[in-house]
């Protein structure tokens, strides 16, 4: 059995227990008086044989070759290895169930265990694990429980390990939450005891292997055509943005989208807390920041990386995303040279999103006169995109806000296109329009000089609105 990566003679493989090998909590301390149905009795049945099975195979295979192993070739020899152990426990299954076991086996042997399905599952956007016996999903912006699960807290936190040793991250109680990436970009955030009170917990926000463009944000109604044609133009005048929002407002995937529109000739330098960006062009850097090290020394920030991204020849910068100190720094090259840099921060307002600029300069540490970082800003940027996830799940831009400079104290704002709801249809969608306020962008004459054509009448108001 597993004849070209059989253990080494003499070494020890290490037997993790599979998923699901004892009842439930519930069941175990109420004890015998407590009423147990058939199908739990079916599940731990069915989950104690795959325990058996998962040390059958670890007891047979060599892990240090594991990712040198042919794929159909280890199915096959699965296959053979539960026939072999089925046989010995006068134990035959279904051909589906069967089908389904070999598939769970590999799944934790070469995956991520029981969130491979959830993973596969394109309708899903997020895999919410509230503990090893609580899933949830979020599908086209809804939530929803599924019964997948892990055996205990033992088999999630070696999961949560799994995926956060891959890239160099670690998690543990004195570092007891942390934010990495899987290999095809989606983001993970895990936290742990004694952080988590009920165990730990951990989310998974999905990207599309199709990165969306703008045309499919169009589409989908998350803004108009009117204003992905000036989002498409302040791109390219190199203006710059900044895009806020809510937690899952859909803040990257408006950047990525904004991003696509970026000659392919840039030199573009992204700066990330754990590398998430889909950017499509072929000339850019993307840079990650470092946790530090268990003796507390080695820490890498977003600022580190701001500082070391001026000194790399950028045509453009983008941060993933502000939320400290590193926004003075992103600040001082949009004030310098280093036009069409991009980002994205919480608030649930434009207006907000510039008070949540202001309050991060201060994250410096130096005290720097209200007046000056608010100079500094109304200078710097340009627009403000504000998105917002409403209350039937979908995504949309809630406004697009042009910086026209400062008056005194104060900071001036103009909405060119906003988003005026309506009402909720029977089915709770939230009903409302995507228009032009009539007011033309101060900007408008830099973008024709950038060779931008943008149609006047997109700006119009619209009659009755």
Same mark, same amino acid.
């Given at each position: 059995m597993f004849r070209n990566f059989t253990r080494p003679e003499g070494s020890q493989a290490k037997v993790v227990p599979l998923p699901g090998t004892s009842p439930s909590p519930a069941v175990v301390e109420q004890g015998a008086a407590q009423f147990v149905t058939s199908a739990e009795r079916d599940?731990?049945?069915?989950?104690?044989?795959?325990?058996?099975?998962?040390?059958?195979?670890?007891?047979?295979?060599?892990?240090?070759?594991?990712?040198?192993?042919?794929?159909?070739?280890?199915?096959?020899?699965?296959?053979?290895?539960?026939?072999?152990v089925l046989l010995a426990e006068n134990n035959p299954l279904p051909a589906a169930e069967f089908k389904e076991i070999v598939e769970e086996l590999l799944h934790e042997v070469l995956g991520l265990g029981p969130l491979e399905p959830l993973l596969a599952d394109p309708t899903i956007n997020d895999i919410l694990v509230n503990g090893y016996r609580s899933v949830y999903v979020e599908r086209f912006g809804v939530l929803e429980k599924v019964p997948t699960r892990f055996r205990d807290e033992k088999h999630l936190l070696r999961i949560i390990d799994k995926i956060v040793s891959r890239v160099g991250r670690r998690i543990d109680e004195s570092t007891p939450w942390v934010d990495a990436r899987l290999e095809d970009g989606s983001r993970v955030n895990a936290i742990i005891r004694p952080c988590a009170i009920d165990g730990p917990s951990m989310s998974i926000r999905k990207f599309?292997?199709?990165?969306?463009?703008? %045309?499919?944000?169009?589409?989908?109604?998350?803004?108009? $055509?009117?204003? $992905?044609?000036?989002?498409?133009?302040?791109?390219? $005048?190199?203006?710059?943005?900044?895009?806020?929002?809510?937690?899952?407002? +859909?803040?990257?995937?408006?950047?990525? $989208?904004?991003?696509?529109?970026?000659?392919?000739?840039?030199?573009?330098?992204?700066?990330?807390?754990?590398?998430e960006l889909q950017l499509q062009q072929e000339h850019v850097v993307r840079l990650e920041t470092r946790p530090a090290t268990p003796t507390g020394a080695g820490a890498v920030l977003q600022r580190d990386l701001v500082k070391n991204a001026l000194r790399m020849r950028p045509d453009r910068i983008i941060i993933g995303e502000c939320r400290g100190a590193e926004t003075f720094d992103m600040l001082q090259a949009m004030n310098t040279g280093h036009d069409g840099s991009m980002t994205t921060v919480h608030a649930n307002t434009a207006r907000d999103a510039l008070g949540r600029l202001e309050q991060m300069v201060t994250m410096t540490g130096i %005290?720097?006169?209200?007046?000056?970082?608010?100079?500094?800003?109304?200078?710097?940027?340009?627009?403000?995109?504000?998105?917002?996830?409403?209350?039937?799940?979908?995504?949309?831009?809630?406004?697009?806000?042009?910086?026209?400079?400062?008056?005194?104290?104060?900071?001036?704002?103009?909405?060119?296109?906003?988003?005026?709801?309506? +009402?909720?249809?029977?089915?709770?969608?939230?009903?409302?329009?995507?228009?032009?306020?009539?007011?033309?962008?101060?900007?408008?004459?830099?973008?024709?000089?950038?060779g931008v054509d943008l149609d006047p009448s997109a700006f119009l108001a619209e009659r009755g609105a």
């Open positions: 599940l731990v049945k069915r989950l104690e044989l795959k325990s058996k099975l998962h040390e059958a195979v670890l007891e047979r295979m060599n892990l240090n070759v594991l990712d040198k192993i042919d794929p159909e070739d280890l199915r096959r020899e699965m296959v053979n290895l539960v026939n072999q599309s292997k199709k990165p969306y463009t703008m %045309d499919r944000l169009v589409d989908a109604g998350a803004l108009s $055509a009117k204003a $992905a044609a000036l989002l498409r133009g302040l791109v390219q $005048a190199r203006m710059n943005v900044i895009i806020s929002g809510g937690t899952g407002s +859909g803040k990257t995937t408006m950047l990525n $989208a904004m991003s696509s529109f970026i000659d392919e000739h840039e030199r573009i330098v992204t700066i990330e807390d754990a590398a %005290d720097f006169p209200q007046s000056a970082v608010r100079t500094q800003i109304a200078s710097g940027l340009h627009f403000v995109v504000q998105l917002s996830r409403l209350s039937d799940g979908r995504r949309r831009v809630m406004s697009v806000s042009e910086i026209t400079g400062m008056e005194g104290s104060v900071i001036t704002m103009q909405d060119i296109f906003v988003f005026r709801k309506k +009402g909720k249809s029977e089915s709770g969608e939230v009903l409302g329009d995507f228009i032009p306020t009539g007011i033309r962008p101060r900007c408008a004459d830099a973008l024709a000089a950038a």
